[in-house]
């Protein structure tokens, strides 16, 4: 499949928005924290996988969508996401010339600040207690990224096949 078809334009879209999905998924109060950022890593796939097409407006987007399900304050997700898309974009050159796990200390660190980030916005809102808690899932993101990026390797070889 060229990268250049519709379909393969569908694809991202799809598992963007399968993504957004999972972010959005309620979960038990206890388990909130547990979460990996699914929209954050497809994002920071995409981004780094078809740079030209994918970047800061889908990053956008999906923020506002975000924000939309959510009813967090208008644009809060669409700058962080926003955010993370541009920071995607810095570091492209340097990412694709890294092992998986070089990568996934990166993706923990990319996805760190953009907590962070949203951890400091919470602040700026209202009252809200900040505690190390907000690394975790940044944690896992990183710790799913060789198996996400291995995953999504294998089921494009398999459709550039068909």
Request: hydrophobic share 60%.
């Amino acid at each position: 499949m060229a990268r250049s078809s519709p379909a393969n334009l569908l694809w991202v879209w799809f598992t963007l928005l399968l993504a957004l999905c999972l972010q959005v998924m309620p979960l038990a109060d206890g388990w909130q924290v547990w979460r990996p950022d699914w929209l954050g890593l497809m994002l920071i796939y995409w981004c780094m996988r078809d740079p030209l097409r994918v970047g800061v407006l889908h990053g956008f987007v999906l923020g506002l969508l975000v924000d939309l399900i959510e009813g967090a304050p208008l644009g809060q997700n669409a700058l962080l996401l926003s955010l993370l898309a541009f920071l995607c974009a810095l570091v492209y050159s340097r990412f694709r010339a890294y092992s998986l796990v070089q990568q996934a200390v990166l993706i923990f660190v990319l996805l760190g600040m953009v907590q962070l980030a949203e951890q400091w916005l919470r602040t700026l809102f209202g009252p809200f207690q900040m505690h190390l808690s907000f690394l975790v899932p940044a944690l896992i993101g990183a710790l799913l990224w060789p198996w996400l990026t291995t995953l999504f390797e294998a089921l494009g070889r398999r459709h550039a096949r068909d």
